[in-house]
């Protein structure tokens, strides 16, 4: 058979690490089902997407999952990511599974064009692997980048900035009837330039298509108590979702790490337990934390309060960079925009003394 597709990729003129002849074989044994080219999924838009697989270059490994392993690769000249999915052999149930999702995710993703969104290039439907073709990011995840940081220490203009740009890609994916259901640091990626994109959309659905949680596979950590308890869920587990990535922002920490992953989905679902927010947390994140996490899906703001909430903090931090340390939010959530710091802290003042 030939392999003249499978080759080690060179980063910024330098080579990759060689495969080991483990990771050779490995990697051999599941190229054999990529080598003719074309999909088999039949709908609207086949050929825009069908990936032309003697245009692929896999080149080294950089994560995998629980049944996926993702690639650096080189598609049509391009830097790329490449995920592969298995579908295993000895349980047709799973693979059934994993066929809807990645029908699924292929159909979402087609359909998304945002900049702080995972732009999609092209997939292949090739039983028992399937291979969805995106744009490669430098940065790796948000996960990875904060484990390198020391705990709250990531400077609060930074930590805006960042949120601004989740916030923005969640606000398009809910304006799109999106559910994403699996938000979290790891399925965040940095470009270059810090850029935040929202990625891995293997279990995300229509919102009129979303039913219970029953028997869902998201991530405890950051899931809402609903989907814990599995019961029906709106767009909301995603801005609970979001407050939790936002406390990661501000510690560099990983949620409930003295717990494992069900003590945590205990905890929350049935003591209402939250991260400890550190006490030097500005109170402008710590009310939006608090309102993002509520028990109650009804309490939690929409992504379009979001965006506008961090804009206005945005704005007013360029006009005083001192903002965040003497604004408190007032009870009706109101925003104050780029208002001089005596009136800032006139109002904020006054906005405590009622609450």
């Not at 989907?227 to 920490?253: C, N, P, Q, R």
């Not at 994140?285 to 903090?313: A, T």
Request: proline share 5%; with cysteine.
């Amino acid at each position: 058979m030939n392999f003249n597709w499978f080759k080690q990729i060179s980063n910024n003129g330098k080579s990759e690490r060689r495969l080991s002849l483990g990771e050779y074989k490995r990697a051999v044994s599941w190229s054999k089902y990529l080598v003719s080219s074309g999909a088999e999924i039949k709908g609207e838009g086949e050929e825009q997407w069908s990936a032309d697989m003697s245009q692929l270059f896999i080149g080294c490994k950089f994560a995998s999952g629980r049944h996926s392993r993702i690639y650096r690769g080189i598609y049509k000249q391009r830097d790329v990511a490449i995920k592969l999915i298995s579908q295993p052999e000895e349980d047709e149930s799973l693979a059934s599974l994993l066929e809807k999702q990645f029908i699924s995710e292929v159909a979402l993703l087609f359909r998304l064009k945002h900049p702080n969104i995972i732009t999609f290039i092209a997939a292949c439907k090739k039983p028992p692997v399937f291979c969805i073709i995106t744009e490669y990011l430098a940065g790796g995840s948000l996960r990875k980048y904060l484990h390198h940081q020391e705990p709250h220490s990531v400077p609060l203009t930074l930590v805006l900035k960042l949120a601004l740009d989740i916030a923005r890609g969640m606000q398009y994916l809910h304006s799109q009837g999106i559910l994403h259901r699996d938000l979290k640091s790891e399925n965040l990626l940095l470009g270059e330039d810090m850029c935040v994109k929202v990625a891995d959309f293997g279990i995300s659905c229509l919102e009129s298509q979303c039913g219970s949680a029953k028997g869902f596979t998201g991530t405890y950590r950051w899931m809402a108590p609903e989907m814990i308890k599995e019961k029906h869920h709106t767009k909301k587990v995603d801005v609970y979702s979001f407050g939790i990535v936002l406390w990661e922002l501000l510690t560099a920490l990983t949620p409930f790490e003295n717990m494992t992953p069900e003590q945590a989905a205990f905890a929350v679902s049935q003591k209402n337990a939250r991260p400890p927010l550190p006490s030097a947390c500005p109170m402008a994140f710590s009310h939006l934390i608090n309102r993002c996490w509520s028990s109650s899906p009804d309490k939690r703001p929409h992504f379009d309060e979001i965006v506008s909430i961090l804009e206005g903090y945005a704005e007013s931090v360029e006009q005083d960079p001192e903002f965040f340390s003497y604004y408190n939010p007032s009870p009706d959530h109101a925003i104050l925009r780029c208002l001089p710091k005596f009136i800032s802290r006139s109002r904020s003042s006054s906005a405590s003394l009622k609450a």
